[in-house]
């Protein structure tokens, strides 16, 4: 069974650096792009950026460039999304979604999502 | 980067059809593809539709989706009050390696 699980909820302070995770199962971790997507809280879902396990080639919305890092480790099979330096804005559900490929470009599966939680 | 556009809500009652529309003003639209996702109050987003009519398998054939110029709809027949939701449409942007969502659609069953 195809599968990615997040890391916990967390809660930061501004100014705090962060790095939540989405481990990857069930398939070859390698071979499938992996995205990021952010929702705020009653809002709507906004596409964050990609990355390419195999060689970490990676692309983000212009949106998100320069604002987080997005990562991965092919020796665990995880995906990571990064900030430096976070802002009370960042507070959203954060979701790593598999892209299924061979031109099929939708996130086929879903993690559970990250709640992260930052106070002023 | 371009715009799809749907219906902030939709309504329907049990057993009726309920359609949810997707307008892109994407004009290169060529062979881009539509995919819709549902995401139930509390829950991840879920594929629904992909490849603008094509269904993962486990979803039910009461959802369908369809395509016509930069226009696409998501139909769900037979509506059933599991179906209350938002629904997300999608398109791929092949020369940005980037997605871009639908602002979503709440669908209420009355």
């Known amino acids: 069974e195809v599968r990615l699980a997040q890391s916990g909820a967390e809660v930061k302070k501004s100014g705090e650096s962060l790095r939540i995770s989405c481990k990857a199962s069930g398939y070859n971790f390698v071979n499938h792009w992996i995205g990021w997507v952010r929702q705020v809280p009653g809002q709507g879902l906004e596409y964050m950026g990609i990355?390419?396990?195999?060689?970490?080639?990676?692309n983000y919305s212009p949106s998100f460039q320069g604002q987080v890092t997005i990562s991965a480790d092919k020796s665990s099979n995880t995906a990571y999304l990064q900030w430096t330096t976070l802002k009370a804005s960042d507070t959203a559900i954060y979701y790593c979604?598999?892209?299924?490929?061979?031109?099929?470009?939708?996130?086929?599966?879903w993690g559970q999502g990250t709640l992260v939680s930052v106070f002023s | 980067q371009f715009v799809l556009t749907q219906p902030p809500s939709a309504s329907g009652t049990p057993g009726q059809r309920v359609t949810i529309s997707c307008s892109s003003n994407n004009s290169d639209i060529g062979g881009h593809y539509i995919e819709w996702y549902q995401q139930v109050p509390g829950a991840a987003p879920k594929l629904l539709i992909y490849r603008n009519t094509q269904r993962p398998s486990g979803v039910p054939g009461r959802f369908s989706g369809s395509k016509s110029g930069t226009s696409s709809s998501l139909a769900i027949s037979g509506l059933r009050s599991e179906d209350e939701a938002d629904y997300y449409c999608?398109?791929?942007?092949?020369?940005?390696?980037?997605?871009?969502f639908g602002g979503g659609t709440k669908l209420t069953v009355l």
């Open positions: 999608s398109e791929w942007d092949e020369s940005l390696k980037s997605v871009v």
């Open positions: 979604a598999r892209i299924h490929g061979l031109g099929n470009m939708s996130f086929d599966t």
């Open positions: 990355i390419y396990p195999g060689d970490s080639d990676t």
